[in-house]
């Protein structure tokens, strides 16, 4: 089976024994979980509990120091460019172009990612985030709501097996907040696994399928089906 | 790898910030020499060739900061790096597109050089000046995009990169300078010329080697 084929296969993500430090300083430290197909799980925790830094190494973009991360039964390190290609990441800062048009965007990352028709792949998501009339408009000449929307595309061109996001609902109006949740909703019912780390948790009740509340890089509890968000995370985090 | 190129050069087609800015700078160092060391008319010997290569080393380094400023500013570098490609492809993609802009501030730096300096000699052999632009370019490059690219986090990144890139480039700017200089004598000595360019291909294979190999471990640790 080649790399490409058997990435397309994995149906989970496990997360074992991960540490990542950065000198002397553990951004994260012996944190487990595994994420399935189908659901959609939320890294919770304040600012510094060591969520970006997760989703970078679940991204592939950092090696965790100590642990595995495994997709399914692959490893990044032998399969890490066809993985790369089922990874899908909406990360906080927005990965677009601001001199590049809306289309020349996504249609840049579409061909990046291989996908035939890569122009045509690209008005038919900007039709998805509701902008085809901005399609020929620099990105810079978007508000942060239409650059989120872009970006969330972006994240999805390819049609990711596993979507990472980082922190999404910062900045959106109430329209693309719920634009935003009926897309996350959309991947999950797709069988797409969905990473979502934030500490917006209203919008992540009722969303998210799991819970692995964070704190200072350490798992501090954890939920399947999470119900009444707002007070577990007062009783995880103490008062914060 | 040709992807990246050509969305690096519509963006930079687009904005016109790097080539500008670059251009700029090594028109004024150019100029700021000429009146300091031209006296009547004469230039010191070999001297257009010494200033040729400090231009095109400090607009190198003022394009490679800012080339990856720009990548840094979206986070788009990660962007470059997360797709299914071969990571050293998103290397090689910046270096050409490092090297053409720096082709195109040449194209206007050498005659600029040649008639500030009395250095006419330079244009009368084209394929040699070419041989040896190309090739210090792409060493210079070869280096700089590596650590332009490992520096895009660290805080001093301005500061940092001449500090990191110079010492180690500093064989390149010799072979480079001295191939450019053969090319000054009015009968340039074809095998000196040859000499000083089969160095500078050696440093660019050894330099564009190296940083393949070390791109991807670099970038995601």
Known sequence: ?240 | MWLILRKDLTVEVRSGEVAYTTLFFAVSCVLIFAFALVRDGRAPEDGAAGLLWIAIAFAGTLALGRTFERERQSETLRALLMAPTARPAVYLGKLLGIVALLAGVEVILVPLVALLFNANALLEHPAWLAAILIAGTVGFAAVGTLFAAMLIRARSRDVLLPVLLYPVIVPVMIAAVRGTAVLLQPEVDTQVAWFWLALLATFDVVFVTLALWTFEPVMTD
Not at chain 1, 36 to 63: D, F, V, Y
Not at chain 1, 89 to 115: C, I, K, S, W
Not at chain 1, 210 to 233: K, N
């Open chain 1, 1 to 240: 089976m080649t790399s490409a084929a058997a990435a397309d296969d994995f149906d989970h993500v496990a997360v074992d024994d991960v540490s990542r430090h950065f000198g002397r300083r553990r951004a994260v430290s012996r944190v487990s979980f595994t994420a399935r197909e189908g659901t959609i799980l939320g890294l919770l925790g304040p600012n510094g509990a060591g969520k970006s830094t997760m989703l970078a190494m679940l991204a592939t973009l950092l090696r965790p120091t100590a642990g595995a991360i495994r997709f399914g039964t692959l490893d990044p390190r032998a399969h890490g460019a066809a993985l790369r290609g089922r990874i899908g990441v909406l990360g906080h800062d927005l990965f677009l172009y601001p001199e590049l048009t809306a289309h020349e965007n996504l249609a840049f990352f579409a061909a990046l990612y291989q996908r035939s028709d890569a122009s045509g792949v690209a008005t038919r998501a900007l039709v998805r985030a509701g902008l085809a009339d901005r399609a020929d408009d620099p990105v810079s000449s978007f508000s942060r709501g239409m650059r989120q929307r872009v970006a969330l595309e972006r994240a999805l061109i390819h049609g990711p097996r596993l979507a990472l996001l980082d922190e999404p609902f910062t900045g959106l109006d109430d329209a693309s907040t719920a634009a935003l949740v009926g897309r996350l909703r959309e991947l999950r019912d797709g069988g797409a696994i969905v990473i979502l780390a934030t500490h917006d948790l209203e919008l992540a009740e009722g969303l998210i399928d799991e819970a692995v509340f964070l704190r200072e890089g350490r798992i501090a509890s954890t939920m399947t089906r999470p119900e009444g968000l707002r007070s577990a995370y007062r009783d995880v985090m103490g008062h914060r």
